[in-house]
Structures are given as structure tokens and as C-alpha cells.
């Protein structure tokens, strides 16, 4: 009967699992996202005065509705939900 050495580094197991979840964190740790902003969107988002509008016009349709002077125009909705539906 002949012994030989095949397989020997097998034999333990579970030390290559842990080496392979050592090398799985240490490869996760390295890589991580950046979001960059360039300066022109950044002016353009500083400068845009739709928030400011958009505020303004909500605030608007509120106090009509709280008051109930707000009136909805039928002819209008008909017109945009056929218009969505039609795309």
C-alpha cells in the first residue's frame, strides 16, 4: 500500500473560508462612490427661482381652496387626461 501527500492542503477547510472572507472585506472596504457637482449646476440650482415660484403658487391654491374660491376648469381636465392616455 502506497501513501502519498495528495490532497494534504485540503485538509483544513475552514482556514480557506476565513482567508476568503478576510480578501471579501478588504476588497469592499477599497471601493466606495463619489458624486461630484459641477459648478455650473450648482449656479444654475442657486440662481433658479422656480422653487420661489412654485411656493408661491401653491401657497395661492391653498388659500383658494380654504376659502373655497378655487374653481377647477372641467374643459381642462378632459383635455389632459385624454392627452395622457393618448401617449
Not at 502519498?4 to 476588497?27: C, D, I, M
Not at 427661482?49 to 412654485?54: A, G, I, P, Q
Not at 373655497?68 to 378632459?78: E, L, P
Amino acid at each position: 500500500m502506497k501513501i502519498t501527500s495528495f490532497g494534504v492542503n485540503s485538509v483544513n477547510p475552514y482556514n480557506r473560508q476565513q482567508k476568503a472572507l478576510k480578501a471579501a472585506e478588504n476588497k469592499s472596504a477599497v471601493s466606495t462612490d463619489k458624486i461630484e457637482i459641477s459648478s455650473a449646476a450648482k449656479e444654475m440650482s442657486a440662481s433658479s427661482t422656480y422653487n420661489s415660484e412654485r411656493a408661491q403658487k401653491l401657497q395661492k391654491l391653498k388659500e383658494d381652496i380654504q376659502s373655497g374660491t378655487y374653481q377647477v376648469d372641467a374643459q381642462k381636465v378632459a383635455e389632459d387626461m385624454v392627452n395622457y392616455y393618448r401617449k
